[in-house]
DNA sequence: AGGATCAAACTGTGATCTCACTTTAGCTAA
DNA sequence: TTAGCTAAAGTGAGATCACAGTTTGATCCT
């Protein structure tokens, strides 16, 4: 049955994409891979989606050289995998072991993160991550998943940076970069936007009054409630493996 | 004065790796990869020891096509970085505070792992790891680095694969590729054999009795004993970022 | 002897082309 | 109608080439 009325404009995540502006002192391939990895991150594509080298480029508007280069960078990262026989890159379709296996590390690396953000913790910093939760809760009032999802990473990105640590800040954004896909389908769930606000408003509480455990309780809290949506959601994630 | 010398054959990392022998079912990048991330985790390259592609294309006798996709996934992991304005890649030289950041994060993780391999251990395993832990102590003894080295990893890997925890497992490899490097200069502290064989004795006595927490308390001596070892040392690392 | 200069030899970057393989669309025949 | 085959289009992988930039080293002049 009219299956393309129910998802009227299931837009590939390329839509959202335009060419690249060519900026002076970086290279295509840097700026192509950036630019894919914040798609990703953002939930843009959807899980099981494939990405051709020559479509891809046309979009961007380079060769295929510096597109395989990022391409392959972001399955590095986790971010992509190889499908087929034919060695298509696709969105990763995670296993449900795969999703405890990537929630656990976040709990550990992004409550460490949260922690430590403390110390390195100033006014102005902490004004735009209450901005953030601001635009965040007009976002889930409204409806609006795009609004939500960008100001949810700008949210606890602004955090872990406080913690000044380069690496640290590496890993976690790879982390998130293997869920942005499924997130997307996450706040489709009932109350997740209840349960993920009310865990950001702890988390802000406790930021204005520097207690690091309670903020670390708060991250942790969040990275479960949203890894329990995502679990019964069952879209996106194999059973089987 | 004769600085040659004083290092004799202060050899680089690609005289200990030969040409590529072409598997079928593997592509030559992905080959590529993992013998210069396993060279890089084992020490083979020093840091700030550059890499150029066409010199790495004529060791493993292919173009500098794979090789570069190769070198490009090894940068995003962090196993290599792009120095000058030449934008030359070459095995990062880290900075304290760097240090400082992975060894948090392998705090957390192999903690974290350690303590989850517990219930997926068996018996052949433990075998393996007891005689990994034999051979690195034989090493010790030998004053040979390159087989201590080898088998610490050996030894490390084998408890976290247990785990069963593939994500957690790539994310730990990645910190001990950018590790690796330093590592091997690390063994040339003053009883760093002694102190580390006593966290893996510890290890494997915790391990044979399941005692979780134990296992996790003795990764996390060893990891701390060898971030200190590298602090004073202070080769291949930069004090002033 | 020391410093400036210029050319040669390197560096990575990106585009293009060929190849082997897979997938798919369309046609043919049972 | 359906099964099977075939040709066309698509896929990534790898080699090669041209280019711009830097580094290096030798030469020349002071």
Known sequence: MNEESAT??????????GPLALREGQTSQAQIYATLRDALISGYFRPGEEISLRRAAAVMGTSVTPVREALRQ???????EV?????????????????LDIRDIRINL??????????????????LI??????????????????YLENNWRFH???????QRPVLMGVIRDMWLRVGPL????????LHFDRSMASHDAALRALRQGDG???????????????DDLMTSEQGITRTA
């Open 157 to 163: 990105s602004l955090i872990y940076e406080a913690a």
């Open 130 to 147: 209450g901005n953030a939760c601001q635009l965040m809760q007009r976002a889930a009032d409204a409806g609006d998943a795009d609004m």
């Open 183 to 190: 997130i997307r389908t996450a706040v489709t769930a009932p």
């Open 74 to 80: 972001l399955e590095s990262d986790g971010g992509l």
């Open 213 to 227: 455990p309670a903020l670390q309780a708060a991250i942790i809290r969040d990275i479960g409630d949203a890894a």
């Open 8 to 17: 009227p404009a299931l837009q590939d995540g390329w839509s959202r994409l």
């Open 83 to 99: 499908f087929g026989g034919n060695r298509v890159l696709r969105v990763p379709v995670l296993s449900a072991s795969e999703l």
């Open 110 to 127: 992004e409550g460490f993160a949260a922690n430590q953000a403390i110390s390195g913790m100033r006014p102005s910093r902490l004004r």
